[in-house]
């Protein structure tokens, strides 16, 4: 079975370019805050505090069309509609952006497959669609939040279960083996 992972220099790569793209860049700070309020949402099944609920299934389908679950989970395995939610509170400028956005994406929706959502189209009819607005600023603000709330921490709310550390090959487990450094080594030769 042949596994296909992130690199990580592809990984900082594609953040990069969502990040130049996108309305909004977040800081480090910013994004562990979010996470942090994302992870108490989504442990207690609360409502969005700002998304309305069809702005979030909307947004969770082109989250999951961004990252998709293959034969790894997705973003929507990793929760990142709730990263969305809590980032953009205080950015009513980029959720401005966003909102427009679904609202030209739901006329395409109607339009072209008499559906009036874009959460209930195929995939394949999914991508058609964002296909075409690939380039525009409302796609690369949705690129760069599913990005960043994959790959947060998952006691912060995103890359819940891990899923974003499995999609680039992070192991966290040899992180905390000895020797910690050249202090303990020190340490253990005086047998102190």
């Known amino acids: 079975m042949e596994i296909n992972l992130l690199t990580r220099r592809s990984f900082l790569r594609l953040l990069q370019n969502s990040a130049s793209k996108s309305a909004m860049v977040l800081t480090l700070p910013t994004i562990i805050s979010a996470c942090q309020e994302a992870n108490q949402n989504r442990l207690t099944a609360s409502a969005f505090q700002t998304l309305s609920s069809t702005e979030g299934m909307e947004l969770d389908a082109i989250a999951e069309r961004i990252l998709p679950a293959t034969d790894s989970p997705g973003a929507r395995d990793?929760?990142?509609?709730?990263?969305?939610d809590n980032v953009l509170k205080d950015r009513t400028e980029a959720l401005d952006i966003l909102r427009n956005g679904l609202h030209d994406l739901q006329?395409?929706?109607i339009s072209e497959f008499n559906s009036p959502s874009f959460h209930s189209l195929s995939s394949l009819d999914q991508d058609q669609l964002l296909k075409r607005i690939e380039g525009t600023e409302f796609f690369a603000t949705a690129r760069y939040l599913t990005i960043a709330g994959m790959f947060a921490l998952p006691e912060y709310g995103g890359n819940r279960?891990?899923?974003g550390d499995?999609?680039?090959?992070?192991?966290?487990?040899?992180?905390?083996?000895?020797?910690?450094?050249y202090y303990d080594a020190d340490y253990m030769e005086k047998g102190e």
């Open 78 to 84: 990793a929760g990142v509609v709730y990263f969305f």
């Open 161 to 163: 279960n891990l899923v």
């Open 166 to 181: 499995q999609l680039v090959g992070f192991d966290d487990h040899f992180g905390w083996t000895i020797p910690f450094g």
């Open 107 to 109: 006329k395409s929706t």
